[in-house]
């Protein structure tokens, strides 16, 4: 059966955003729509346009006999920065104040199209970056660690506070959290990740960096190179940061307690990467 | 500017895909591609057509002024399928078995193309369902939780075993886990979750079902009713199970840990929901 250009361009829409960073053979969609190749290629061609235009992504063509196409997600900034905004003014709402100065973020990080964006955010800006996998802490950090690992198309990796029997043996290691100068302990099975990977960490939250660090000695353990940090929100009071090369989307500038104020900005993910 | 037909095709595709369930008005679309209603109704037609053909999902057309398009996921039988066989054959590999009979799981849990696979799967049983919320058990649930709730376009809340600062507030309950029989606890935090919710249950493995009446029993606190109960592996060994109505997409038939046999079947999706 043949296919009309207008499907053809639907599904394969629907194909590459669902296999970001895969080499897809021309032929592999030739044969798909049982097309000739020259079509398959002004189809390909009229997809990154549009992606491109949408501030969807774009496509890589690798040539040769081998080559064929590569989606790589990239959010322009003028999609981006909406939503950062957006994202501030959700933080800033001072009902989210908890005791101790927390703030209550389960409910941002609980919304599936939320922690999407933000992970295609995140994901735009390692385009050019070698990633093997996608490192999170348990629990917050694991649903922004799969939206970014999903379009970097890695697996994630989640170290813990403590081992399960499911985890088969572990690495255990002990690091100093930042801010409250406390030993704890953070385990990741053996078997979760290959030596000499290049690792992403994500998290959902920074303070001074302690836990960050922590995953970071874990990959040494696993003779394993950092190759970024993204978080969704830094604590931007910190006197002494631990980390210093990462990327935020939002920083929060300062919680006042007493007079119940949240004062947030956008991170300095737009200063460092000029999409 | 005006858009060519096959612009506003692939960039409605990336649209739909990324806006499940949501009522999408033709006057947003004819205003976002500077095009008359009846070219988008075209647009939307061919787009129905291609996304049912590919086994991707369906429109569903809401007549009127305040009408527009909806798009649900629906992966086709043919698709869900081979998915579900070759999950079957990576869950079968007798390196998983751990001490005492336990299932390394983690490597299929982490990888993102596997776990959104199978929430696209889960949520096409659920297309016809109302559904204001999925609920999960921190923490391996929690990824394909997630991949679920973002085909549902509703939130994740996280039950957790022991209460964090950052939560607020926390409903507490004791449950007894039906494979142990032991007496444990689990918290959710009280701003989670809204009165009346209508909750889908999502978790990765259910042995005798404790962890899930546990959950359910939270629904109480919450006047919450249950919508739902989906898991990626059921064991079928279980003598008693105190759950009745539940989707699987694995059975685990058998462990033999002297031969080192995992014996695995495809779950009882396909006995119960017929795309």
Not at 97 to 108: R, V
Not at 152 to 168: A, F, H, W, Y
Request: proline share 4%; net charge neutral; glycine share 6%.
């Amino acid at each position: 059966m043949k296919f009309r250009r207008s499907e053809r361009l639907i599904d394969m829409t629907n194909y590459l955003l669902d296999h970001p960073r895969q080499l897809v053979p021309l032929t592999f969609f030739a044969d798909r729509y049982d097309s000739a190749k020259s079509s398959i290629s002004e189809d390909l061609a009229i997809v990154k346009e549009t992606f491109e235009q949408r501030g969807i992504g774009t496509l890589q063509t690798v040539p040769g006999a081998a080559g064929g196409v590569k989606f790589f997600v990239k959010v322009s900034r003028e999609k981006a920065e909406p939503f950062v905004n957006e994202l501030c003014q959700l933080i800033a709402n001072p009902e989210r104040l908890l005791p101790g100065g927390y703030l209550y973020l389960t409910d941002i990080l609980g919304d599936p199209q939320i922690v999407q964006k933000a992970g295609r955010i995140i994901a735009s800006a390692y385009a050019d970056t070698k990633i093997d996998v996608v490192m999170t802490v348990a629990t917050k950090g694991i649903p922004l660690a799969y939206a970014v690992a999903s379009q970097l198309n890695v697996p994630v990796v989640i170290v813990r506070r403590d081992s399960k029997v499911t985890e088969g043996p572990t690495v255990s290691i002990n690091y100093v959290s930042g801010s409250a100068k406390r030993i704890q302990t953070m385990v990741l099975s053996k078997k979760s990740m290959r030596q000499d990977s290049r690792v992403l960490i994500v998290d959902d939250f920074m303070k001074a960096g302690g836990t960050v660090m922590g995953m970071i000695s874990m990959l040494e353990e696993f003779n394993s190179q950092l190759a970024g940090i993204a978080v969704l929100v830094e604590d931007e009071k910190i006197q002494e940061r631990l980390v210093d090369e990462y990327l935020s989307l939002v920083q929060l500038a300062d919680v006042d307690v007493k007079e119940k104020k949240i004062s947030v900005q956008a991170g300095n993910y737009f200063n460092i990467w000029r999409g």
